[in-house]
């Protein structure tokens, strides 16, 4: 059974930092697209962050230089630094693991509908 398991969340001051975890199980974590996602309260999810076991890593403009998104395969996790936090990063952090993946194809989805199985989200909040 796939699972995925997010951690790292809380509150913090803008400008501050926070690292999220994603401990993956139920697959072989040598092939994977791993992607974040966030929710504000009253708003759609929004795609943050995507990467693959092929190196692919994409990130949403609103992210980009600030959020930083990485891997450690001997814990089968996937981590996003967040830097420079905003007010407007508030939200609902949710990892989404899209699967099975095809090695070589180097591709990352930037959607959900794309995604197979989803974490139950861990809640960030930035205060101005």
């Known amino acids: 059974e796939v699972q995925l398991v997010e951690s790292g969340g809380g509150l913090v001051q803008a400008g501050e930092s926070l690292k999220l975890s994603c401990a993956a199980s139920?697959?072989?974590?040598?092939?994977?697209?791993i992607g974040w996602f966030r929710q504000a309260p009253g708003k759609e999810r929004e795609w943050v962050s995507c990467?693959?076991?092929?190196?692919?890593?994409i990130y949403a403009d609103s992210v980009k230089g600030r959020f930083t998104i990485s891997s450690d395969s001997a814990k089968n996790t996937v981590y996003l630094k967040m830097n420079s936090l905003k007010p407007e990063d508030t939200g609902d952090y949710s990892c989404a693991a899209d699967l099975p993946y095809k090695p070589g194809s180097y591709y990352c989805p930037a959607v959900d509908f794309e995604y197979d199985y989803w974490g139950q989200g861990t809640q960030v909040t930035v205060s101005s």
């Open positions: 139920g697959f072989t974590f040598a092939d994977y697209a």
């Open positions: 990467m693959n076991s092929d190196g692919s890593i």
